[in-house]
């Protein structure tokens, strides 16, 4: 199995703090602010070595990263598999779980991550083609959130969407264009939550796969909204839904 290296202080201590393998700490040369110190503690109590690095070579290993002068060597953790999945749903009462049908830009990917670590999502289901993956960037952007929720790949995205339907699961396409809005639909039960990319939204078999397509209602002045801010106001509406 080869290493990975992620960077960032949330997305390093997320790592270190979960029990995740963590073969070992670089910090940058002269970085010794409390948030540093912080970091050599918790890694210290677990056992991780920290070594000190120069800024070029963080910079040389993680050149698409903004790492503030931190990063981690971890093993390439390969991602869950459609198995393990309905294993995972299979164990839950209610699961609340999250599909990506073509996002490619690494940062929303890392943004939805986070949304979906936030508001306690299950997993979260990428398509192998066509969609953005855990590179570096990606888990500096979910701060944490990478590290914190399941992430299933699957080949096939709408096999998946039926096996999970099989297994006891709704699912609710978002798309600006259907009649019912979010705040009308009862999301309190096993749901499966599809957001479409960027560009195109669901495809087309995506979308004739949900039971339910739902619009978030908007402002006449608004046609769109980035794909981690809708995931947010859509799986916390099924949160307040499921806590009331």
């Not at 039926?162 to 019912?180: H, I, M, P, S």
């Not at 078999?205 to 981690?228: F, G, H, K, Y």
Request: hydrophobic share 45%; charged share 25%; net charge neutral.
């Amino acid at each position: 199995m080869s290493d990975e290296l992620i960077g960032g202080f949330h997305a390093v201590m997320a790592a270190v703090e979960s029990g995740r393998e963590v073969s070992e700490v670089l910090l940058r040369t002269g970085r010794d602010d409390r948030r540093a110190q912080t970091l050599m503690t918790r890694a210290s109590e677990r056992g991780v070595p920290v070594r000190r690095v120069s800024a070029s070579e963080l910079d040389a290993r993680l050149p698409d990263t903004r790492h503030q002068g931190v990063a981690a060597v971890v093993p390439d953790s390969p991602a869950l598999d459609e198995h393990a999945l309905l294993a995972l749903v299979g164990r839950s009462e209610r699961p609340l779980l999250l599909a990506l049908d073509q996002v490619q830009d690494p940062h929303n990917l890392g943004a939805c991550l986070r949304t979906a670590a936030a508001a306690g999502c299950d997993a979260v289901i990428l398509p192998r083609d066509r969609s953005a993956g855990l590179t570096a960037a990606t888990r500096k952007v979910a701060a944490g959130g990478a590290e914190a929720v399941p992430v299933v790949h699957v080949t096939n995205l709408v096999r998946c969407i039926k096996r999970l339907q099989q297994a006891g699961c709704w699912v609710a396409g978002t798309d600006g264009q259907a009649e019912q809005g979010l705040y009308e639909a009862d999301l309190t039960g096993p749901l499966l939550l599809v957001m479409g990319g960027e560009a195109e939204g669901l495809r087309r078999l995506t979308r004739e796969s949900c039971d339910w397509l739902l619009r978030i209602p908007m402002s006449s002045a608004v046609q769109s909204l980035n794909v981690s801010v809708a995931a947010g106001i859509c799986l916390f509406e099924a949160r307040r839904q499921r806590s009331a």
